[in-house]
């Protein structure tokens, strides 16, 4: 079993819906989560980043930690064809700074 | 400002042939970071660096890989001999020194081994 796992997708919505990704992890050591949006060669960028349970917003973005149940969702409203790239879900032990775990990501597809 | 900067963006050699792959990091980040992405084992960190020293390479597969550091603005990945198995995107991020907000990536180098 991989420590973060996501749906591959791909995930086609209209535009203007709200996109909704989740991200399970099995370790309970992790400690930092991040989304990063990745284009289609591309590198990936840095959306959002949390370490606590709750909802942190930036913008049209929202990212969702619980951490009792394990999985983090990032929600994307009013979605824009723009958004359209996979969405990886990536998390961090405490005292492994700079070791990444990356989930396998998920495709999304917004159509005008 | 410059991103990370990667170079070759795509090389496409033949099995056993040598592959260097090279990336300058953002100036004044003090961390920097080689992955490898593929379909099937999607991104997976090889090896990273803080002030040119390499602290953890536990992820780099085997003896045919190696990474240097020669300075703070430049970092080669090398592979010989390559072989198919090794075509995958190869990506260099970088991060400043205790940052916990983490890594900014460059646009990758394609990698085809025929």
């Known amino acids: 079993q991989k420590e973060v796992e996501q749906n591959s997708g791909p995930l086609s919505v209209p535009e203007g819906a709200i996109v909704s990704l989740n991200c399970t992890y099995s370790?309970?050591?992790?400690?930092?989560f991040m989304w990063y949006r990745q284009y289609s060669r591309k590198g990936p960028e840095l959306l959002m980043y949390?370490?606590?349970?709750g909802n942190k917003e930036d913008g049209r973005f929202t990212a969702q930690l619980n951490k009792a149940s394990q999985y983090v969702s990032l929600l994307i409203r009013d979605s824009q064809p723009s958004d359209s790239a996979t969405y990886l879900c990536a998390v961090q032990y405490f005292d492994s700074w700079g070791k990444l775990q990356f989930g396998a990501g998920t495709q999304v597809v917004v159509t005008p | 400002d410059a991103g990370v900067i990667q170079s070759p963006r795509h090389e496409v050699t033949e099995m056993g042939q040598e592959v260097t792959l090279r990336c300058k990091p953002i100036?004044?980040?003090?961390?920097l970071f080689w992955y490898r992405q593929t379909m099937m084992r999607g991104l997976e960190l090889l090896i990273y660096f803080n002030n040119n020293v390499p602290i953890d390479d536990s992820g780099m597969p085997e003896d045919r890989f190696s990474a240097k550091m020669p300075n703070a603005s430049f970092s080669t990945l090398k592979i010989q001999p390559s072989e198919p198995r090794d075509s995958a995107v190869y990506f260099c991020?970088?991060?400043?020194?205790?940052?916990?907000?983490?890594?900014?990536f460059g646009d990758g180098t394609r990698l085809s081994i025929l």
């Open positions: 100036s004044g980040h003090d961390y």
């Open positions: 370790n309970s050591a992790f400690q930092y």
């Open positions: 991020a970088s991060s400043p020194d205790g940052s916990q907000v983490p890594q900014h």
């Open positions: 949390t370490y606590s349970s």
